[in-house]
Nanobody, 121 residues
Framework: VQLQASGGGLVQAGGSLRLSCAAT????????MAWFRQAPGKEREFVAA????????YYTDSIKGRFTIARDTAKKGVTLQMNSLTPDDTAIYYC???????????????WGQGTQVTVSS
């Protein structure tokens, strides 16, 4: 399985970006796809997740109401619509896939290469 993330870039505070993640291989209803991020000097943190079957979503508190994760069935992956971005959202964003929901990065065994999101003030 390979995950390919794209869509990062430089945006001003208050702006929006849409990240996309494409996956190879088969995807099953038991899979969970998620986004993690790592800001400079900080630990990697959970951002959002979605169950492939059922489409239930999960978000970390800091991005609730601003970010939306969704399935992209054509790419067997996910998107992350990010609105009202702030400089605190600056990080490398990673697309991941696992066999169940986890808020810990160790719960995911497939990782994409990451895409940089930079929000200027």
């Amino acid at each position: 399985v390979q995950l390919q993330a794209s869509g990062g870039g430089l945006v001003q505070a208050g702006g929006s970006l849409r990240l996309s993640c494409a996956a190879t291989g088969n995807v099953f209803s038991s899979h969970v796809m998620a986004w993690f991020r790592q800001a400079p000097g900080k630990e990697r943190e959970f951002v959002a997740a979605i169950r492939w079957g059922g489409e239930r979503t999960y978000y970390t508190d800091s991005i609730k109401g601003r970010f939306t994760i969704a399935r992209d069935t054509a790419k067997k992956g996910v998107t992350l619509q990010m609105n009202s971005l702030t400089p605190d959202d600056t990080a490398i964003y990673y697309c991941v896939r696992g066999n169940g929901l986890s808020y810990d990065q160790r719960g995911y065994n497939h990782w994409g290469q990451g895409t940089q999101v930079t929000v200027s003030s």
